[in-house]
C-alpha cells in the first residue's frame, strides 16, 4: 500500500514563526498536494507539484511556499505563522490526479 | 468555475438506519467522481465513479453515478457506530494538470 506520511501529528507554534510541514511519499508518485481543512470550508489547495522542483499555485497560496528537491518529499513553508493559519493540514500524493489521491495523517498546527 | 456541492452537510440517525448522502458537480471535462471517509484523520478512499463503471458496491456502502444530472448518491444501509465521520465527495478532470475537487463534506453521526 502506498504510505504517506507527515512528520508531526500536532504542532504547536508562536505567531511570526518560521513553519516546515514535511511530507514524504514511498511509491514513486509524481504527484503531490497540500490541502487545508477548516470546518464549514471543506479541504481547500494550497499548493501542488507534478514533477520534482515543479511547484504551482493552489487556491489559498497567500502566506505559504513549497519546496520539493526530490520526487518523495514535498514540504509546505510559512514563512512568518500568523493564528489565521490555524488548520489541519493534509498532504497528498497521486499517480495521476484522476486516480484519487492518498492522503497523509495530517498534521494540526495551532499558531499562537 | 468548477464545484461540487455536497448535501446535506451533518446527518445524525440511530444505529441501523439507511442514510443517503448527495454530491452533485459542475466541472468542466470531468474524468471521476470519487468518495472518502474521514474519520479522526486522514480521508480514506471508498469508490471511483467513471463513465465505465457507474455503480460500485462494498458491503454496506454504495454509490451510483448519475452523469445525466451530474450527481452521485452514497448509501449506508444498516448503518453502525463505525460508520459516523465525514464523507468527502471529489470530482476530477480529463488532463494530467487538472486538479480534484473537493465538496466540503457531510458529517454522519450514528446514535447506538
Known amino acids: 500500500d502506498v504510505k504517506v506520511t507527515q512528520s508531526s501529528r500536532y504542532l504547536v507554534k508562536r505567531t511570526g514563526e518560521k513553519v516546515f510541514l514535511e511530507c514524504v511519499q514511498d511509491m514513486d508518485h509524481e504527484n503531490m498536494f497540500w490541502y487545508r481543512q477548516d470546518p464549514g470550508l471543506g479541504l481547500r489547495l494550497i499548493y501542488f507539484s507534478y514533477d520534482v522542483k515543479m511547484k504551482e499555485k493552489g487556491d489559498i497560496p497567500e502566506g505559504y511556499s513549497v519546496s520539493r528537491e526530490k520526487k518523495e518529499r514535498f514540504s509546505l513553508i510559512l514563512e512568518s505563522a500568523s493564528t489565521n493559519q490555524t488548520s489541519m493540514y493534509l498532504c497528498a500524493s497521486s499517480l495521476q490526479g484522476f486516480y484519487g489521491y492518498t492522503f497523509g495523517s495530517g498534521t494540526r498546527l495551532t499558531v499562537v | 468555475e468548477d464545484k461540487v456541492v455536497q448535501s446535506p452537510l451533518s446527518l445524525v440517525v440511530h444505529e441501523g438506519d439507511t442514510v443517503t448522502l448527495n454530491c452533485s458537480y459542475e466541472v468542466t471535462n470531468f474524468r471521476s467522481l470519487l468518495w472518502y471517509k474521514q474519520e479522526k484523520k486522514a480521508p480514506t478512499f471508498l469508490f471511483m465513479l467513471?463513465?465505465?463503471?457507474i455503480e460500485k458496491k462494498s458491503g454496506r456502502l454504495s454509490s451510483i453515478l448519475d452523469k445525466k444530472e451530474l450527481s452521485s448518491i452514497l448509501n449506508i444501509t444498516a448503518t453502525q457506530t463505525g460508520d459516523s465521520a465525514i464523507y468527502l465527495c471529489?470530482?476530477?478532470?480529463?488532463?494530467?494538470?487538472?486538479?480534484?475537487?473537493f465538496g466540503k463534506g457531510t458529517r454522519l453521526h450514528i446514535l447506538p
Open positions: 471529489a470530482v476530477g478532470g480529463m488532463n494530467r494538470d487538472d486538479k480534484i475537487i
Open positions: 467513471t463513465s465505465s463503471g
